[in-house]
């Protein structure tokens, strides 16, 4: 047995934890990059609880999914402006923009020499720039991941910039940050971080040290994510979820991810559709295909049995099959009305090229089974 756990310097969770983070970010730095969402009124009490701590604050806005472009608009703001922190409050499309502009601040060269798929793939040599991470929305898990997920428009696709280097030196989790999500958000991220819980549980990379944070994730998201759907100003619920994505985070970042995610790279680059109503539309087909492929191919494989204590957690009956647990997933999507693939314009003339681009990312390698391109094509059919 050989695996690897890596995380954030410090984690810190829990309802009001935001209190902290003047006096956090003040024995970091002085000038501070402070990434955030499109909606900068979100973040307002936050801004002017780090502006009073006598800290320089140069914003920087974080409108879409990042982009490579975006990324190095990012750094030379943050160089020109001499900072020396930075500091993502927001969703996770604004935290893997702050923790790829921290690792360009000190790492020289092209942001594509450092990129897998599309670029050179070449490693970090310098540690980033003091990084740290205040989730607002419970489904990435980004704060304690290892990489940045960036889109090029000139490849559409998306892909990683990857380090063990990028952890952030502090991840700050206050649930009651998400409380005011609304309902069809909530559900997306919260599919996301259900994906992110199933997927390295059932990774030909699951080890000991993921393993608990995955079981305690599905078990906290089946009782919680229809409940914070419901009602968003449920204390508990919320609590759940945001300890959930960050579970997520823990498992992904260390037992890789699978089909879902391998294909949620090419669609978020080729279509303007949210990496969590991707993972959504993409869950329970996917599970069904891998399930369905293990009994066929490889009926004694570990990967089942993980299935079937997958489908115990969330339909919550001793006895129930990895089927069952397909049936649960279909369920939820539906009482949460998640959108299909084809509500974001995907088509079947688009099959071929997503197969083919799924076949090359990096979540594709963690899947429990290896897929034929029939199999890919037939997730993606599932889910139009």
């Known amino acids: ?38 909606s900068a009124e979100r973040v307002e009490r936050i801004r002017a609880s780090l502006a009073s701590q006598v800290l320089n604050l140069i ?16 750094a030379g703001l943050a160089k020109e402006q001499g900072c020396d922190l930075v500091l993502s409050v927001g969703g996770g499309s604004v935290i893997d923009a702050g923790k790829a502009i921290a690792a360009c601040l000190t790492n020289e060269g092209e942001l594509l ?32 991941t290892r990489n940045a997920v960036l889109a090029s428009t000139r490849h559409h696709v998306k892909v990683s910039l990857r ?36 997927e390295p549980y059932v990774s030909n990379r699951a080890n000991p040290m993921t393993d608990p944070v995955c079981i305690e994730g599905m078990r906290r998201t089946a009782v919680s994510l229809r409940r914070a759907c419901e009602n968003g100003d449920d204390q508990e619920a919320r609590e759940d979820m945001a300890l959930a994505s960050l579970f997520g985070g823990l498992a ?25 109503a991707v993972c959504a539309a993409l869950l329970p087909h996917a599970t069904e295909i891998n399930i369905r492929a293990l009994r066929e191919r490889q009926p004694h494989a570990q990967a089942l049995r993980r299935y ?26 539906s009482a949460l009305q998640t959108a299909s693939l084809g509500d974001y314009g995907v088509a079947k003339a688009h099959i071929p090229e997503l197969v083919d681009k799924a076949g090359k990312a990096s979540s594709m390698r963690s899947n429990p089974i290896q897929l034929t ?4 094509r037939e997730i993606l059919m599932s889910a139009l």
Not at 7 to 34: D, E, N, Y
Not at 59 to 70: A, I, K, M, R
Not at 118 to 133: C, N, T, Y
Request: aromatic fraction near 6%.
């Open 252 to 276: 992904l970042a260390n037992a890789g991810l699978g089909a879902v995610h391998g294909f949620a790279a090419p669609l978020g680059g080729m279509f303007h559709a949210p990496h969590g």
């Open 308 to 333: 079937q204590e997958m489908a115990r957690i969330l339909t919550g009956r001793p006895q129930a099959s990895a089927e069952d647990g397909v049936r649960w997933l279909r369920e939820l999507c």
């Open 113 to 144: 020499d450092y990129l897998e798929v599309i670029g050179q793939g070449k490693p970090l040599v310098r540690s980033p720039a003091p990084f740290v991470a205040v989730p607002t929305t419970a489904g990435t898990g980004a704060e304690v």
């Open 163 to 198: 380090s063990s280097l990028m952890l952030a030196k502090v991840a700050l989790v206050d649930p009651e940050l998400t409380c005011n999500l609304p309902a069809a958000l909530t559900a997306s991220t919260g599919l996301d971080a259900l994906t992110q819980v199933i």
């Open 59 to 74: 914003p920087f806005q974080v409108g879409s999914e990042p982009t490579v472009d975006l990324i190095a608009a990012g």
């Open 1 to 38: 047995m050989q695996f690897e756990f890596a995380t954030a310097g410090r984690i810190i969770f829990g309802p009001g934890a935001v209190a902290q983070l003047g006096s956090i970010a003040k024995a970091l730095g002085r000038r501070v990059l402070f990434v955030t969402g499109r």
């Open 373 to 376: 391109a029939d199999e890919m």
